[in-house]
């Protein structure tokens, strides 16, 4: 199978069910692609973690003695890279979606259906396959070099090789996927950083939502507010995460993140829109904005739309030298920026947008 030439030798996967119907069949289906093992309990299953080095484990809930909840929670200490599905019937479903919370990769529905199970499967193996390969980007490039010019240019280097093979794990229908892996990996080092990308995806989702954009629209403005800040990592965290203001010289390092983030994702051949959502998403509405003063609409409009989000999340999360705001006191400065700093409508289209998501989690509970 093609996946063996990203991994020296077949990705390992380990089947934890106490029920032989379900392990065998899932054994069947995975074998051809991959190495299997399986356990029929909790216990046995951690033995044969600590026996094998092991890529992926797809976990039963309710299993006899050792409950899958616990099975989980002794993996991820064991060795937290370790991705685990839960498998799942209709009844345990609620536990499933709790368990996601606890970096679980995502949940299989019984009875199986094969085509889910592969491509659930391939996906979390891409996932696992591309973040270690950054990761060893960036410990290589950390342990060799100092300078964060040379570590843009490795992972330039990393994505151009890359290209070809994420491509294979991740189709059309999964780069999102790669692309949150990339982001959310390398904000990782970055405790003010960490979840920023996602958070202004969910954001600009929510305009998204309100403006009532297509599913290929949306896709593509996601893949674009992940990857907005690319461009940091080729600029030194000393002004990043400074602990107070920036002086003028500072500031134009800064800067020059949005020209260093497309430069940075060109050998991933994203479409026009993506590139100019990542590209401009500092300009202003009122033209004062930056790399090139673009003014009203302009700017295009996954610009205008992430520029609000990523604003957003920056008042409600802090700063080094800027306390959070409560939600109501970021949406009221938001509102000020309207028609200056942001598209007047667009910042009408989010503040309903949120409201109306705080109404819905709220009758949730
Ligand atoms: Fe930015």
Redesign the pocket.
């Known amino acids: 199978m093609e996946q063996k030439q990203f991994f020296t030798e077949k990705p390992r996967i380990l089947i934890v069910d106490d029920e032989l119907g379900p392990r065998e069949s899932l054994r069947m289906i995975l074998k051809p692609y991959y190495e299997v093992y399986t356990a029929k309990d909790g216990i046995s299953a951690l033995e044969a973690i600590k026996k094998n080095p092991i890529d992926l484990v797809t976990l039963d809930l309710r299993m006899p003695g050792m409950p899958g909840e616990e099975v989980l929670k002794h993996i991820k200490n064991f060795d937290p890279t370790i991705e685990v599905i839960i498998i799942t019937g209709y009844g345990t479903l609620q536990s499933a979606v709790e368990a996601i919370k606890y970096k679980v990769f995502d949940y299989i529905l019984k009875p199986f259906n094969v085509s889910d199970i592969l491509s659930v499967v391939k996906k979390c193996i891409g996932r696992r396959y591309v973040s270690g390969e950054i990761k060893n980007v960036l410990e290589k490039t950390k342990r060799d070099t100092k300078s964060h010019s040379e570590i843009y240019e490795q992972i330039t280097h990393f994505l151009n090789q890359l290209n070809e093979s994420c491509y294979y794990f991740f189709r059309r229908e999964n780069y999102l996927e790669f692309v949150r892996v990339l982001a959310t990996t390398l904000e990782s080092k970055d405790p003010y950083t960490v979840g920023h990308s996602e958070r202004v995806c969910h954001y600009s989702s929510l305009i998204a939502e309100g403006l009532g954009l297509s599913p290929d629209e949306k896709e593509k403005l996601q893949i674009s507010a992940y990857l907005?800040?690319i461009g940091k990592i080729g600029i030194s965290d000393i002004y990043i995460s400074k602990d107070g203001p920036l002086d003028e010289n500072e500031w134009a390092i800064v800067r020059e993140?949005?020209i260093k983030g497309i430069k940075i994702i060109s050998p991933l051949g994203l479409s026009s829109e993506v590139i100019e959502g990542i590209k401009y998403?500092?300009e202003r509405f009122d033209g004062k904005g930056y790399p090139e003063g673009l003014s009203g609409k302009n700017i295009p409009l996954f610009a205008r739309i992430i520029a609000i989000a990523?604003a957003y999340d920056a008042l409600t999360i802090g700063r080094p030298y800027k306390s959070p705001l409560s939600k109501n006191e970021a949406l009221l400065e938001i509102k000020k920026c309207a028609g200056s700093q942001f598209d007047e409508e667009l910042v009408e289209v989010f503040i309903e947008e949120i409201k109306k998501n705080d109404r819905e989690i709220n009758q949730m509970h």
Request: proline share 14%; glycine share 0%; hydrophobic share 0%.
């Open positions: 907005h800040d993140h949005p998403h500092h990523d």
